[in-house]
Structures are given as structure tokens and as C-alpha cells.
């Protein structure tokens, strides 16, 4: 089975430190649910190798669907329709194209399986980082030798840490400017 990064869960991680970051009142919880969908999206196009489209091809997996393109149009298309405000139609489009592409982002961190078509379906290309971070296959042996295991460890390393580290940082820097707000009313 050819996966993106191992578990589907994982690319959630961006839109939800995000969120975490930014709060509630740039980022309501609506919109966040929109993140956590939009990153996970991209991955519908496994569905591919059930038609037999192969892996290589534009509508194979991490083609089109894991694009630039593809993520301006499902930011747009969150942004019609969503029921967050008006006002609010730019952190809409925003938030809810930079979590789609963000999986792609993710994926090309692995060492495993084809590249990203960032720029389909303009170019057939596919790209990978230079860095491999994200595990794929297995290494070692001995008690972290299970593949799920080795996984789950690199993942929880380069993204839900980072992820974590961000997300705090961004909460505890909105509570620091409140307070020095409330202290020195202008
Ligand atoms: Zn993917």
C-alpha cells in the first residue's frame, strides 16, 4: 500500500498548531474544522489506484490533488461555502488553502514512494525536499524494528513536535501582548 506520510492523521498536525496559535477569535473552531478537513483532502486521490490510474500519472497519487493549483481551489471554494462571515473571507480562503498545501508540503518531507506534482497540472514534475525527515520504510532492527513504530517516531519528531512547539509559542505570545495591553492602555 503506498502511503503519504503513515498516518492520515498526522498532516492535522499544521492546521491544529496553527489554530492553537493563533486563537479562537482569528481562527473559530468552524474554520479550524475546515483545516483539519483540508489537510487531510489531498489523500482522496488514493482512490486512484482502485481505478488503476498509476501512481505516475497527473490523477495518480500526490499528482493533482496535492498541486498549488488544487489548493487555491479548495481555499476558494471553502471560502463560498462557508458561513463565517464576510469580514472574515480572506482568513477563510487563507487558512483553508495553506492547510491543503501544507499536505503536499508534508508528503514531500518523506523518503518514500513518488514526489509532489506541486505544479500540475501545468508541469508533470514531481519534488521532493532535499531533506528526507519523514520515515517511510523501515530501518533497524530490535525493538523499534515494527515499521509502525519507526514511523510514528519520525512523525512525532519532525511534525507533531515542531507542531507543538509552534502551536504553544503562538498562545503564550497572544496572552504576553494581552496582559502588556491591559497593563499600558493606550
Ligand atoms: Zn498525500
Same mark, same amino acid.
Given at each position: 500500500?503506498?502511503?503519504?506520510?503513515?498516518?492520515?492523521?498526522?498532516?492535522?498536525?499544521?492546521?491544529?498548531?496553527?489554530?492553537?496559535?493563533?486563537?479562537?477569535?482569528?481562527?473559530?473552531?468552524?474554520?479550524?474544522?475546515?483545516?483539519?478537513?483540508? #489537510?487531510?483532502?489531498?489523500?482522496?486521490?488514493?482512490?486512484?489506484?482502485?481505478?488503476? &490510474?498509476?501512481?505516475?500519472?497527473?490523477?495518480?497519487?500526490?499528482?493533482?490533488?496535492?498541486?498549488? $493549483?488544487?489548493?487555491?481551489?479548495?481555499?476558494?471554494?471553502?471560502?463560498?461555502?462557508?458561513?463565517?462571515?464576510?469580514?472574515?473571507?480572506?482568513?477563510?480562503?487563507?487558512? #483553508?488553502?495553506?492547510?491543503? &498545501?501544507?499536505?503536499?508540503?508534508?508528503?514531500?518531507?518523506?523518503?518514500?514512494?513518488?514526489?509532489?506534482?506541486?505544479?500540475?497540472?501545468? #508541469?508533470?514534475?514531481?519534488?521532493?525536499?532535499?531533506?528526507?525527515?519523514?520515515?517511510?520504510?523501515?530501518?533497524?532492527?530490535?525493538?523499534? #524494528?515494527?515499521?509502525?513504530?519507526?514511523?510514528?517516531?519520525?512523525?512525532?519528531?519532525?511534525?507533531?513536535?515542531?507542531? $507543538?512547539?509552534?502551536? $504553544?509559542?503562538?498562545?503564550?505570545?497572544?496572552?504576553?501582548?494581552?496582559?502588556?495591553?491591559?497593563?499600558?492602555?493606550?
Amino acid at each position: 500500500m503506498h502511503r503519504s506520510v503513515a498516518t492520515i492523521f498526522t498532516h492535522t498536525a499544521i492546521p491544529l498548531a496553527l489554530g492553537f496559535a493563533l486563537g479562537k477569535r482569528v481562527i473559530p473552531r468552524r474554520l479550524l474544522e475546515f483545516g483539519i478537513l483540508a #489537510s487531510i483532502l489531498p489523500d482522496a486521490d488514493v482512490v486512484a489506484f482502485r481505478f488503476g &490510474i498509476p501512481y505516475e500519472s497527473m490523477f495518480g497519487h500526490r499528482g493533482l490533488t496535492h498541486s498549488i $493549483l488544487f489548493a487555491v481551489l479548495t481555499g476558494l471554494a471553502f471560502t463560498a461555502f462557508s458561513k463565517i462571515g464576510r469580514e472574515r473571507r480572506r482568513t477563510v480562503f487563507l487558512f #483553508s488553502a495553506f492547510a491543503t &498545501i501544507s499536505h503536499g508540503l508534508l508528503d514531500a518531507l518523506t523518503n518514500g514512494g513518488l514526489g509532489v506534482g506541486f505544479f500540475m497540472p501545468f #508541469s508533470p514534475q514531481r519534488y521532493f525536499f532535499p531533506a528526507d525527515w519523514i520515515e517511510v520504510s523501515p530501518i533497524g532492527v530490535g525493538f523499534f #524494528s515494527a515499521r509502525g513504530l519507526t514511523v510514528l517516531r519520525s512523525e512525532l519528531l519532525v511534525v507533531w513536535l515542531p507542531c $507543538l512547539a509552534v502551536g $504553544l509559542l503562538g498562545f503564550a505570545l497572544r496572552h504576553w501582548m494581552r496582559r502588556l495591553a491591559e497593563r499600558n492602555p493606550l
